[in-house]
Nanobody, 129 residues
Framework: QVQLVESGGRLVQAGDSLKLSCAAS??????????MGWFRRAPGKEREFVAA????????YYADSVQGRFTISRDNAKNTVYLQMNSLQPEDTALYYC????????????????????WGQGTQVTVSS
């Protein structure tokens, strides 16, 4: 069982930057390999994909809405995945979740929430105009 804990969310102004972290706690996390992703859910909307990264970090993928503004990265030695968010806009306001899926292919990524097995509780990002 992998436990994920997000942090870093807060209230910011439009144009600001913010870096979210997702720490994985599980004694076998570094025994197996996990693809990771970030998703978000805005008030009144469905959960949407934001970004994904393979275990090797060789492959990354972003939603069109955040391409060029957000950057996903990971530090496997620290069991942590990051989401650097720049040029934040009010429409980025949402509860941000990280997710993990075990995969033996260290280069694979997943963009559908259906593909992920483990989820964090989320961290709130609010962008004021």
């Amino acid at each position: 069982q992998v436990q994920l804990v997000e942090s870093g969310g807060r209230l910011v102004q439009a144009g600001d930057s913010l870096k979210l972290s997702c720490a994985a706690s599980e004694r076998t996390y570094n025994t197996f390999t996990y693809a990771m992703g970030w998703f978000r859910r805005a008030p009144g909307k469905e959960r949407e994909f934001v970004a994904a990264i393979s275990w090797s970090s060789a492959n990354k993928y972003y939603a069109d809405s955040v391409q060029g503004r957000f950057t996903i990265s990971r530090d496997n030695a620290k069991n942590t995945v990051y989401l650097q968010m720049n040029s934040l806009q009010p429409e980025d306001t949402a509860l941000y979740y990280c997710a993990a899926r075990q995969d033996y292919d260290v280069n694979y990524i997943y963009t559908s929430h259906h593909d992920y097995d483990y989820w964090g509780q989320g961290t709130q990002v609010t962008v004021s105009s």
